[in-house]
């Protein structure tokens, strides 16, 4: 019997392949470049919005201008620069300048005019660097740290809404401005014969020295002016054709706090045959004394006169409710140019110079 043939040396087995990393990386791969073209197509859709809404921004004021140049006024500027992506659409015109037929005027270094895709509805103006207001031969410098314009838009009818922020503004040549801490406002155009202005002012310092002091701690606005003011003629002839219309300006509201002078006023004025304001109202003091005795030492109120008001102040006279000082309400006037407050007069106004 033969003997077996002898077994054939085992083979080692083949070591396990270690786990590929391959596909991991790939699928990584594949999800980053995926992320990037999202991307890549979001940014692009957004670039052409923003494009697309600078289109129609420059439409829109091309549009306005060409509306506003047919009624007599005065636009110029630089060619508009696009500004602003991601965040907002922006244009910015530089050497702006604004003139209407009444003889107003504004100009300032840039204006940047913005929308933002969060608030569409509203316009942001921000003018920049120095600037200037003219009213017929009269032209007041003026700068400010923040100052901007909002807008409220409508897509069937023109803005007719504007409110107004600004901080740190200096009106008036420097060695001798007026300065303002704060400002703000609205401008409201219900329909075509009716602009109300809302204005309240803070921290103002006057450029001279006056019977209460150079500073004013407080002011504010509420008026309405009523009757549209004609576009054509010279403005002599406006005003006459304002007035006999009925134009007029209502002064609902003013306040004012100075030193220690607490003080409001209502009061409605006009043009009179010679074109100069008139008009009469209502003005309420606090610590009235104290405001007599300032006119009195600045000589704006004669000694004999003011024996007589010291007379029968504490007669006219009321207790302040809230136990404040007392409260006198006199009425006021204002006529031949002369201001009359309890028919005292406090002396006269400039007269209007229509050319």
């Known amino acids: 019997m033969s003997a077996p043939a002898p077994a054939a040396p085992r083979r080692p087995a083949p070591a ?13 791969g594949r999800l980053l470049l ?21 289109g129609r921004m420059e439409q829109g004021l091309e549009q306005w201008a060409s509306a506003r140049r047919a009624q ?41 005019a913005e929308l933002r895709p969060t608030a569409l509805d509203r316009l942001v103006l921000r003018p920049r660097g120095p600037q200037a ?4 031969a009269t032209t007041l410098p003026f700068t400010a740290k923040d100052l901007q314009a909002t807008l409220a838009l409508s897509a069937d009818t023109p803005p007719d809404r504007a409110s107004l922020e600004g901080r740190g503004l200096r ?27 809302t204005l309240a002012l803070e921290g103002v310092v006057l450029p001279m020295q006056t019977p ?21 003629g010279t403005p002599a002839e406006r005003a006459a054709r304002w007035r006999d219309a009925g134009g007029a300006l209502e ?40 405001l007599l005795e300032a006119l009195v030492q600045a000589g704006v109120v004669a000694q004999r ?37 309890a028919r005292l007069n406090l002396g006269r106004i400039p007269g209007i110079e229509w050319k």
């Open 34 to 54: 995926g992320l990037v073209l999202l991307l890549a197509l979001l940014g692009g859709g957004h670039y052409a919005l923003w494009s697309f809404m600078l």
């Open 171 to 197: 009106l008036g040549p420097a060695e001798a401005s007026l300065a303002i801490d704060r400002l703000s406002g609205e401008l409201a155009l219900p329909d075509p014969a009716e602009t109300a202005l």
């Open 251 to 290: 002064l609902r509201g003013l306040t004012l706090r100075w030193a220690e002078i607490a003080a409001s006023a209502a009061a409605t004025f006009a043009l009179g045959p010679d074109l100069q304001p008139v008009g009469a109202g209502t003005l309420r003091l606090a610590n009235a004394p104290r």
């Open 133 to 136: 207001l003219r009213l017929g």
């Open 305 to 341: 006169s003011a024996g007589m008001a010291r007379a029968i102040l504490p007669l006219m006279q009321r207790p302040d409710p809230n136990g404040g000082a007392p409260q006198l309400e006199v009425p006021v006037s204002l006529e031949n140019r002369t201001i009359s407050v």
């Open 16 to 28: 396990s392949a270690p786990p590929r990393a391959s596909r991991p990386r790939r699928r990584g």
């Open 72 to 112: 007599g006024w005065e636009i110029a500027h630089a060619a508009p620069v696009r500004g602003g992506w991601p965040f907002a659409a922006r244009l910015t015109l530089a050497d702006w300048r604004i003139a209407g037929p009444q003889g107003l005027a504004w100009q300032a270094e840039a204006l940047d």
């Open 212 to 232: 209460l002091g150079p500073r004013i701690e407080s002011a504010t606005l509420d008026a309405t002016l009523n009757g549209a003011p004609p576009a054509t």
